[in-house]
C-alpha cells in the first residue's frame, strides 16, 4: 500500500530567514521566540525558529537580550541586509575576488550596472558605497 500524502513543499534557501526577520519588524519592540512562532501561524515547530533566530544571530541579522529564562530578539538588519550578507560570504569563498567582481558586473542587467555604477561614484559621507573602497576607513 502506497501512502499518498503530500509532502510539505520544500523552502527555497533563506526562506525562512525571511518570514522570521518580516515577522520581527512588524513587533513592537523585542519578541520572543514564541510570539514569532505564533505571527508566522504555528506552522513551524518551537525548535525550528529558534535554529532560525540562532542563525541569524550569527549572521548579524538579529540581536537578542535576556527576558526572564529566555531571550527577546530584534531585527539588526532588514531583508537587503541579509542578502548583501549572503552575497558578501560567497564572495569571500572565492580566491579570485576580481574574477567573481568582474563577472558579477558583466552579468548584470543595463539599469542595475548603472545603478551600482552611481552608488560606487557617491562620496563616502552621502551615503552607501560612495568613496573608497578596500574595506578600511
Not at 523552502?11 to 505564533?38: C, H, I, K
Amino acid at each position: 500500500m502506497t501512502d499518498h500524502r503530500q509532502r510539505p513543499r520544500r523552502r527555497r534557501r533563506g526562506e525562512l530567514e525571511v518570514l522570521v526577520l518580516s515577522a520581527l519588524r512588524e513587533a513592537d519592540g523585542p519578541a520572543t521566540a514564541g510570539w514569532v512562532q505564533e505571527r508566522l501561524g504555528g506552522g513551524l515547530a518551537y525548535t525550528t525558529v529558534i535554529t532560525i533566530l540562532t542563525r541569524l544571530l550569527a549572521k548579524g541579522a538579529v540581536t537578542r537580550e535576556r527576558s526572564g529564562r529566555s531571550f527577546a530578539w530584534l531585527p539588526a538588519s532588514d531583508e537587503a541586509g541579509l542578502a548583501a550578507h549572503r552575497m558578501r560570504r560567497v564572495l569571500d569563498a572565492e580566491r579570485d575576488r576580481e574574477a567573481v567582481l568582474a563577472s558579477f558586473v558583466t552579468g548584470l542587467r543595463p539599469d542595475d550596472e548603472r545603478l551600482l555604477r552611481e552608488l560606487l561614484g557617491r562620496p563616502r559621507d552621502e551615503g552607501p558605497l560612495g568613496g573608497d573602497h578596500d574595506g578600511e576607513d
